[in-house]
């Protein structure tokens, strides 16, 4: 089936998406894409609010066609889902992401990485032996590893989606709910998943000190995350207002253009460097 949510938040049936020729273009794309290494990732820097320590990276899919440009990751991950490639995509954001991990290791850098799942990797019962094998391929402890979950991608099939996440955490990797405020049952359902950590989503942060209903909304969930034992990080700062007010409110980590943008990996120890030298 192929749904999409339109601007009401309805969902609607669009079966000429399936056959139209830029879809069909990017399934065959994508599929060639896997096997000729046009698919890498980006990392964008996290760090304490507090005192600005990097403690590690989100990865962000990237993908480079010769003819067609960047595709935005916005519109190939939902291609990918709908036509099978997703569970060969994630295995390769996994396998860059650990080795980027195991590097920097080596270069006396203990850093994290966050790997977004879509809906489908979800519902993936080879999933967890795929992170099992890859932590391990790559020597690199299971907590350094963070998967992002949606809490529309936990909706779409909860009770399995539930026990995956608990075979995932049985492994010692980190949970974190992404883009955290924009699904309807946050409150309810934050109880029942194994997450230790929750996502702001950008939409109320990065006009943050101009609007005093985001700054309500920011503020609830930097104390339910402290209530509840669990990390806050805040995506989309921007400004350094926004670090500022962040900071006074407790919150643990941010991401965002203010502290870097995304990367190729090589370039983050790089990155690094000039920090520390600054
Ligand atoms: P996301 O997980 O919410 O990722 C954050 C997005 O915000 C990224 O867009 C990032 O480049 C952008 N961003 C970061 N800092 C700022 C900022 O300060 N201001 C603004 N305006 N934007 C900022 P990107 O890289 O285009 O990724 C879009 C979405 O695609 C991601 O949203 C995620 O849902 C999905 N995605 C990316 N990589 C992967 C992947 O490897 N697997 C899966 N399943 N989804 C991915
Ligand atoms: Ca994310
Ligand atoms: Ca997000
Ligand atoms: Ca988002």
Request: zero cysteines; aromatic letters at 4%.
């Given at each position: 089936h192929d749904a999409k949510v339109s601007a009401k938040g309805l969902r609607i049936y669009e079966p000429e998406l399936e056959t139209s020729p830029r879809r069909v273009t990017l399934v065959a794309e994508l599929r060639a894409?896997?096997?000729?290494g046009e698919i890498a990732v980006h990392v964008q820097p996290k760090a304490g609010l507090a005192d600005g320590t990097v403690t590690g990276a989100e990865a962000l899919v990237r993908w480079e066609h010769p003819e067609l440009g960047r595709v935005s990751p916005d519109e190939f991950i939902p291609v990918a889902e709908r036509s099978g490639l997703i569970g060969p995509l994630t295995t390769r954001v996994l396998d860059l992401s650990l080795a980027a991990v195991a590097g920097w290791r080596s270069a006396g850098h203990d850093l994290g990485i966050a790997v977004n799942l879509s809906t489908r990797s979800l519902h993936d019962a080879d999933l967890v032996d795929e992170v099992a094998r890859l932590l391990r391929r790559h020597d690199v402890p299971a907590?350094?590893?963070?998967?992002?979950?949606?809490?529309?991608?936990?909706?779409?099939?909860?009770?399995?989606?539930?026990?995956?996440?608990h075979q995932l955490r049985d492994l010692g990797v980190r949970l974190s709910v992404?883009?955290?405020?924009?699904?309807?049952s946050s409150l309810s359902y934050l109880k029942r998943l194994p997450v230790q950590e929750v996502k702001i989503d950008r939409s109320f942060v990065t006009g943050l000190t101009?609007?005093?209903?985001?700054?309500?909304?920011?503020?609830?969930?930097?104390?339910?995350?402290?209530?509840?034992?669990?990390?806050?990080?805040?995506?989309?700062?921007e400004e350094r207002s926004t670090w500022e007010l962040l900071a006074s409110m407790g919150c643990d980590l941010a991401q965002g253009w203010y502290l870097g943008r995304p990367m190729p990996i090589g370039e983050l120890v790089p990155w690094l460097r000039t920090r520390e030298r600054a």
């Open positions: 894409a896997l096997n000729n907590d350094r590893l963070t998967l992002e979950v949606t809490e529309g991608s936990v909706m779409a099939d909860p009770a399995r989606a539930v026990a995956l996440l992404d883009d955290f405020g924009t699904g309807y101009e609007d005093g209903e985001d700054v309500a909304i920011v503020r609830t969930i930097v104390d339910l995350g402290r209530h509840l034992g669990l990390q806050v990080v805040a995506e989309g700062v």
